[in-house]
């Protein structure tokens, strides 16, 4: 009996290995094995033309954070590099919070509109969420630019005397990532939302809790799922943040991508690039093992 | 009758913050859109309605040849991507859990979890070298590597299909005799179809969305929609970007609509 239930347990175990091959294949070729060789190419010195020369080095990994003087060779610390590190987490993490504040709501909003109704305000959010980013990034840049409709409304209603510039501040890429990113946040909730089972809030309230109280100890902890979901799905996708910044920053206020991109271009130094890029998949992993753990802990302490 | 109950599902505030959020996300997009009929030769000023943009685009050898080569590279992706996904996700459901499952977790939601500027950066490295061994310079990488990181894209809805699925019908069925096959092809997958279906266009559109990887591995001359856009954006920009993303819009509306639409016959 014993023996049969090995096999059995040996073959399901064999069809799972067997089903997930042909994504498995994909993804080492194209996702997980080239990570490697950036890794490699972080430890070697640049080549003149760009690319790389086999030759070791670790000055890639040393201009994360210094710069080497032009005249002593010295190292020190690089202010222009540690301005766009701290530029990055902080607009990252305040997009996060920012889509959340707003999506949670939304998310709920849906979820307790009548079935019929409920779709047609899920589909409000799912075409933005279609609509390709560079579109949306430019969409809001309509609205903020000097000449956009902000500005103009603002100066027509003689509220301004001249346009408030927000395009290429930091502002405008926090807006503009809270705006791309927003339906990224209310889709996994709203998911979470809609399987929560709306009896428990009337336990809840029988049980003489009040509203804050309700949100607190009985919605909150079980759609803690979906909440975890939207941020990892917001956070890192703004912490590496590319077309948005580019966009709506301008040259100046660079974000973390950008900076990878200008060493593989004007830039000209592969192995910065490499160091760089390895350094934000370690920052962006280290908080991904923060949320699951919390998620973890969480699932435990009311499961 | 209804209204004068307490309703424990109202929180309040919630309803006002989700229209001003639904506002917010429309403004722009009617913004641009109405932009994209302007008769000027400028994005600063308004100049009465015109369909000159759009034409102009129409006319644009560029432009066609960038949508063909998107909509080529999504199709292809979102094929590859949620056949692979809807075998993975056969796999690691429903059964015990055995050891290396965490790992093929790992892998399939890899590309969520790693930016896009790394794996576009990883891909430049590794496709150069290969473009340089081989001289093949086609669509081939850009199909590959959108395939990758749509399969998460593809695999999540497919998942959370077959977890929500009620067993008692595929044992119902094997008590009626059917084979594992019959089952599978009978009971599971009409029953999972509708995951399928989302994670396909979950698939297609995360690839036509695609401009940072693309971007990094396209060869001379494979610009797709967006990296064209992206070009275009980097000089002085016209209402033409209007009108080019009207038309993406306009056709992702259409899509959608039809997903919708079909997908509510089926309930």
């Known amino acids: 009996m014993s023996a049969l239930e090995d096999q059995a347990r040996a073959r399901s175990v064999r069809n799972a290995w067997a089903l997930s091959a042909p994504a498995l294949v994909i993804l080492a070729v194209a996702a997980v094995g080239p990570l490697l060789i950036v890794l490699v190419y972080s430890f070697l010195t640049p080549g003149k033309y760009g690319n790389v020369e086999w030759q070791f080095s670790t000055d890639g990994w040393l201009g994360i954070l210094f710069t080497r003087d032009i005249f002593d060779e010295t190292l020190k610390l690089a202010d222009a590099h540690l301005t766009i590190w701290w530029r990055s987490v902080r607009l990252s993490l305040l997009t996060t919070l ?63 005397s001249e346009p408030l510039r927000i395009i290429n501040t930091d502002a405008a890429v926090l807006m503009g990532m ?6 990224l946040m209310v889709l996994p909730l709203f998911a979470a939302i809609d399987r929560f089972d709306m009896r428990l809030l009337e336990a809840g309230y029988d049980l003489y809790a009040n509203r804050w ?19 990892i799905l917001v956070f890192v996708p703004s912490l590496g943040a590319y077309v948005t910044p580019r966009v709506l920053g301008g040259g100046k206020n660079m974000m973390i991508g950008n900076f990878i991109e200008l060493q593989f271009g004007q830039g000209r130094n592969w192995p910065l690039g490499a160091a760089l890029s390895v350094t934000l998949l370690l920052i962006t992993t280290a908080a991904l093992l923060f949320y699951v753990r919390a998620a973890n802990k969480g699932g435990n302490g009311h499961g | 009758m209804a209204e004068t109950r307490f309703q424990p599902a109202r929180i309040p505030g919630f309803a006002a913050i989700a229209m001003l959020a639904f506002v917010a996300l ?44 998107s909509l080529v590279i ?33 892998m399939i939601n890899q590309p969520l979890m790693v930016p896009e500027i790394v794996t576009a950066v990883a891909l430049l490295i590794l496709f150069g070298m290969v473009k340089s061994w081989t001289g093949y310079q086609g669509l081939g990488y850009l199909i590959l590597a959108h395939a990758a990181f749509c399969i998460p894209f593809a695999y999540l809805p497919i998942r959370a299909r077959l977890e929500g699925m009620d067993l008692s019908l595929e044992t119902a069925a094997a008590d009626l005799y059917a084979s594992p096959w019959q089952t599978f092809r009978h009971v599971t997958l009409p029953l999972l179809a509708p995951g399928i279906l989302a994670g396909a266009m979950l698939a297609f559109v995360i690839s036509l969305d695609d401009v ?25 920009i016209t209402p033409e970007v209007n009108a080019i993303s009207t038309g993406l819009l306009g056709l992702t509306v259409i899509l959608l609509t039809a997903f919708f639409l079909l997908t509510r016959k089926r309930n």
């Open chain 2, 212 to 236: 940072v990887i693309t971007e990094f591995v396209k060869s001379g001359g494979q610009d797709t929609l967006p990296t064209y856009m992206l070009g275009q954006m980097r000089r002085a």
């Open chain 1, 98 to 160: 920012f889509t959340f504040a707003v999506g949670f709501p939304t998310a709920w909003f849906i979820a307790t509109r009548p079935p019929r109704a409920r779709g047609f305000w899920l589909f409000l959010i799912t075409i933005p969420f279609w609509t390709n980013l560079l579109i949306r990034t430019f969409a809001i840049n309509e609205v903020i630019r000097n000449e956009g409709l902000f500005n103009t409304v603002m100066i027509r209603l003689g509220l301004f």
């Open chain 1, 178 to 183: 809270t705006y791309v990113y927003l339906p």
């Open chain 2, 26 to 69: 429309y403004l722009p997009i009617f913004t641009l859109v109405a932009y994209a009929f302007n008769g000027g030769t400028s994005i600063a000023v308004w100049e009465g309605l015109s369909l000159h943009w759009f034409s102009k685009a129409w006319a644009n050898e560029a432009v066609k040849s960038a949508t063909l080569r």
């Open chain 1, 213 to 231: 109280q309700v949100l607190r100890h009985v919605i909150l902890p079980i759609v803690k799922p979906g909440i975890v979901a939207g941020s």
């Open chain 2, 74 to 106: 999504a199709a292809s992706a979102a094929a590859v991507a949620t056949t692979a996904a809807t075998l993975a996700a056969l796999g690691t459901t429903r059964r015990a859990g055995f050891k290396g499952q965490t790992f093929i977790y790992v």
